[in-house]
């Protein structure tokens, strides 16, 4: 049972360049979000989706783009890439809603030049 | 403007020496609070859910506690291997949306 599975694990980028950060979870759940976590600060959703073909925005979508065609896979796309968007990105998915207990991946950790 | 604020923001102990930290929350009819574990370089890892004012939950060296404006986590005889950065976090108006606190850095030295 691999829970989570966040790819790639490090990734460096230069200024408007675009990139999928890939999320994939093997536990059926129907809630998955994305949040990006910043020193001195908590983690801060950046998209989430109820289940397939459904996606809606968090606190910080601007950038950032998602689609959920499928319940397993839900990747983050950086559009243009930007020097404010180098972070830890986190993938974590629950059963319904963040109120159950989410499963974290590892995370990919972005630079951006 | 709903809000969650954790302290201190880094705590050292002595390997045994127990201690609690604090989260607390400026929120609109607290919907539940959750406590998370993030180890160095990895995910944060679910421990705790409370509910109402007065709920306690525990798991090992862990009990967590809940007020109407905070919430403790206390860690008692604490061993190096608890050394973690711990999460809090409540639910906004939103069932899907979570806010976080910025975490506590524990650092239990043996």
């Known amino acids: 049972n691999a829970g989570v599975t966040q790819t790639p694990k490090f990734q460096v980028l230069k200024t408007g360049q675009s990139m999928t950060l890939q999320c994939a979870q093997d536990m059926n759940h129907e809630y998955m979000s994305w949040y990006r976590q910043d020193p001195g600060m908590g983690l801060r959703l950046i998209h989430y989706?109820?289940?397939?073909?459904?996606?809606d925005q968090g606190e910080v979508p601007n950038g950032y783009n998602v689609s959920r065609s499928t319940t397993e896979d839900f990747p983050l796309r950086l559009l243009s890439a930007a020097p404010s968007q180098t972070s830890v990105y986190f993938c974590a998915s629950s059963y319904k809603s963040p109120n159950q207990p989410q499963h974290f991946g590892d995370g990919t950790r972005l630079s951006i030049l | 403007e709903d809000q969650v604020t954790q302290s201190p923001e880094a705590l050292r102990l002595q390997e045994g020496e127990s201690s609690s930290l604090n989260c607390s929350y400026t929120v609109s009819g607290l919907r539940g609070l959750f406590w998370y574990r993030q180890d160095p370089g990895k995910g944060p890892e679910f421990l705790f859910t409370?509910?109402?004012?007065?709920e306690e939950k525990e798991k090992e060296r862990l009990k967590a506690t809940l007020t109407k404006k905070e919430s403790f986590l206390h860690i008692t005889a604490p061993k190096p291997e608890d050394s973690a950065t711990y999460l809090c976090?409540?639910?906004?108006?939103?069932?899907?949306?979570?806010?976080w606190g910025a975490g506590t850095k524990l650092i239990i030295k043996p």
């Open positions: 409370l509910y109402s004012a007065g």
């Open positions: 976090a409540v639910p906004t108006d939103s069932n899907y949306q979570l806010i």
């Open positions: 989706s109820v289940g397939a073909g459904i996606t």
